[in-house]
């Protein structure tokens, strides 16, 4: 049995002024918070900016904080609210990334990168709500529960949003494999 506070309490403590209390929700949820950012951003250069500020959305809500939701889920809240924002404000939403350069490697690491290149591409090619609820679940760990709460849709929508998203993904990358088996 874990004696470490929960996210909750500690979000309670925060807004009572407890500092170390937020230096220990940062460290529990930043990076899954990052990466939730960066496969919902339609544009690269909006991440940095959107993770930031939501830590400031958080600090300057801590005193209305209430544990209604798991504290997870009003975090991500948060950025997803921060996402809707910017792409409401950009008319013209393109992802301003370079392709990653391919540094001369062994066959091996070759194959390796072009197979998580592609289902980097599958995922981003998903429908939005299936690709939220695919992240969500697999890259920042939520559960099916917290998935629903964030997302405002029923549970069972939840499970059918990822069920979809794992047989696309599954064709996706089965005919991505045949195809460059054809081509060898």
Do not use: C
């Amino acid at each position: 049995m874990s004696t470490e506070p929960s996210d909750e309490s500690l979000m309670l403590r925060y807004a009572g002024g407890d500092l170390p209390a937020f230096r220990a929700l940062y460290q529990r949820h930043h990076r899954g918070l990052y990466r939730f950012i960066a496969w919902r951003s339609p544009r690269r250069d909006w991440v940095d900016e959107v993770a930031q500020e939501t830590w400031v959305a958080l600090h300057q809500a801590r005193a209305r904080y209430e544990p209604t939701a798991t504290f997870r889920t009003f975090l991500y809240q948060i950025a997803r609210n921060r996402l809707v924002d910017l792409q409401r404000q950009s008319p013209t939403l393109t992802d301003d990334a370079a392709p990653e350069q391919e540094s001369p490697a062994a066959d091996a690491q070759l194959e390796s990168q072009q197979m998580n290149a592609s289902l980097h591409q599958a995922i981003r090619a998903l429908p939005g709500e299936q690709k939220e609820a695919l992240v969500l679940q697999q890259f920042s760990g939520l559960s099916l529960e917290e998935i629903a709460a964030l997302t405002g849709a029923p549970i069972e929508t939840v499970k059918s949003r990822l069920r979809y998203a794992m047989r696309k993904l599954r064709l996706q990358m089965s005919t991505g494999m045949a195809a460059q088996e054809e081509q060898a």
